[in-house]
């Protein structure tokens, strides 16, 4: 039987057997998931235990606000799509796709590519053209959409991911969206540091 060898990767979850095992230090000169950069210094040889507190009481709470307007939303657009949508003009289409367009520039090129990873660096007009862009799309604030993004890469598939694919493919993709938080979510969230991004005057306005 091969050694069971114990490595790091980035913040990545290295499991070692039974027991899970995380780097939460920068301090490797490995790839961060965060920031796409590399650490000047050399990796470690081990990772240290990083013991994920226990929540026996915790049970996944539903937000049914959410549940039922997720559901009543896709029952909808099902429903026009068999109904009415050789009803619906041209123009109508037009504008549909636009404001889908829209949405997505400001989720991928705003929220995901330069405030979460900072992929690049834009002046305040560009910003605030996306943050509107962002603000289409309808995903929360600027900050927690940023902040559970950088969770989400620093503690993959784990209780602080936010969207933990280890609680199956609908949790991932639409579930999450129906529950409240894990409490290793807001947890991990309150330690991340987010002065990046909350000192961006555009970001605070649009997290009032």
């Known amino acids: 039987m091969a050694p069971d060898v114990t490595s790091c990767y980035g913040d990545n979850l290295i499991m070692n057997g039974s027991m899970s095992q995380r780097c939460d230090t920068p301090e ?23 013991p994920e507190p226990q929540y026996p009481e915790w049970k996944p709470d539903i937000i049914w606000v959410n549940t039922i307007s997720i559901t009543i939303l896709h029952l909808l657009a099902v429903y ?33 590519r330069l405030w979460t990873h900072r992929a690049y660096k834009a002046k305040a007009p560009l910003r605030v053209i996306l943050a509107i862009c962002f603000s289409v799309a309808g995903q929360n604030t600027i900050f927690d959409w940023v902040r559970d993004h950088r ?36 947890r991990r969230g309150k330690q991340l540091d987010m002065s990046d991004v909350i000192n961006d005057p555009i970001v605070a306005f649009h997290h009032k």
């Open 28 to 50: 490797h000169g490995l790839l961060d998931p965060i920031n796409n950069n590399h650490s000047p210094k050399s990796a470690p040889s081990a990772c240290a235990v990083s």
């Open 151 to 186: 969770v989400h890469h620093k503690f993959s598939e784990t209780n602080a991911d936010p969207h933990n694919s280890n609680r199956g493919f609908f949790f991932a993709h639409v579930g999450w969206l129906m529950h409240r938080k894990h409490p290793e979510v807001i």
């Open 80 to 112: 026009a799509i068999l109904t009415t949508s050789f009803q619906v003009l041209l123009p109508t289409y037009a504008w549909g796709f636009f404001l889908g367009g829209v949405g997505g520039f400001g989720v991928t090129a705003g929220v995901h």
